[in-house]
């Protein structure tokens, strides 16, 4: 099934961007963000898994632009000291949303990239993550964004990239205590009420956050609670476009629906169907065989 709701790739603006004229990019074109540090044979054998074009415009990322956006919020230890994670960033049309596919990332999620991308104001790109090896994925967001700039000839404001990759992170966190499924809806959810109705208060915002876990069955710690507070107050004091977030978690929930009506979709819920009928079936064998039999 090709997920479609979430490493962390995020420019540092004191970079220059390749001169290409990027306000000319369109539906179809295609910018590949490449680790700084993968070796030449790394390089090729990722450019060969994404099939990638010749005429795709080639961007580098360091791992000083991932510590630039991720110190202080995982170990250093795990963003680590080679810039490894890359991706590719297709144009798609206009209105279409977003599309991630991961490959060797491990802790970061297809649908925690979209959120954060989201946020950030990526809009309307067929995303792929990949690395050589497994990789936590952190660092993949930073060379998306630098890729996104570049393509859209859109500068995305410090705040708004800093609090994407927390948004990314804390999500991949809270997923270790409820499941990343939940955390991904928890933190979907609630930006959806912010950009439809956003709370005037702390206490307002807490009663959102609470409220919305509750609806989805979720129980949060005080500190999980308080932690999704400090990150929504970032939000809201952010140059975030509610309207287009809005607009992209609307795309993303379309998707969904689109691929449960498709015939794919039908497959694969009748295949749960069956199998939820034969492990009942196999329940009440074995409770009928344990009977005990009347003999005449």
């Given at each position: 099934?090709?997920?479609?709701l979430?490493?962390c790739?995020?420019?540092s ?5 390749p ?5 000319d ?8 963000t ?5 070796t ?12 990638a074009?010749d005429?795709?415009q080639?961007?580098?990322v360091s791992?000083?632009?991932?510590h ?11 963003i680590g000291?080679?810039?490894i994670?890359s991706s ?20 970061v999620?297809e ?5 954060a991308?989201i946020?950030?104001?990526v ?8 690395a050589?090896?497994a990789v936590s ?5 930073t ?9 859209s000839?859109?500068v995305i404001?410090?705040?708004v990239?800093k609090v994407a ?8 966190k ?7 499924d ?9 930006k959806?009420?912010?950009a439809n109705n956003?709370?005037q208060t ?7 956050i609470?409220?919305i876990?509750k609806?989805?069955g979720i129980?949060l710690?005080?500190?999980e609670i308080n ?5 929504f ?21 379309d ?7 498709s015939?794919?979709?039908?497959t694969?819920?009748q295949n749960?169907?069956d ?6 079936n196999?329940i009440k064998?074995?409770?009928?065989s344990?009977?005990p039999q009347?003999?005449?």
């Open positions: 099934m090709k997920r479609m979430i490493g790739l995020l420019a603006l004191l970079f220059t961007f001169a290409m004229a990027a306000a990019a369109a539906e179809g074109d295609v910018i590949i490449l680790g700084e540090n993968l030449e044979q790394q390089k090729q054998q990722i450019l060969n898994e994404m099939n074009p005429n795709a080639i961007i580098t791992n000083a632009e991932e630039k956006y991720l110190d202080g919020l995982i170990p250093k230890a795990q000291t080679r810039a994670s590719m960033i297709t144009i798609g049309a206009k209105g279409s949303g977003l599309d991630v596919e991961t490959h060797n990332i491990t802790w999620t649908e925690m990239y979209t959120n991308l946020t950030a104001g809009k309307d790109a067929k995303i792929y993550v990949t050589p090896f994925g952190t660092a993949a967001l060379g998306l964004m630098k890729a996104y700039e570049v393509s000839d859109q404001p410090e705040d990239k990759t927390e948004e990314m992170v804390k999500t991949a809270l997923g270790e205590s409820i499941g990343t939940k955390a991904v809806a928890l933190l979907a959810k609630i959806e009420e912010i956003p709370p702390d206490a307002d915002l807490r009663a959102l609470e409220k876990a609806d989805l129980t710690t005080e500190d932690s999704l507070i400090s990150l107050n970032k939000m809201k004091n952010a140059n975030i476009d509610w309207n287009q977030v809005n607009d992209q978690l609307s795309k993303a929930k998707k969904l629906s689109t691929f449960l009506q015939e794919e979709g039908k694969f819920i749960i169907i199998i939820l009928k034969e492990i009942w196999a064998s074995a409770f009928t344990s009977e009347n003999n005449q």
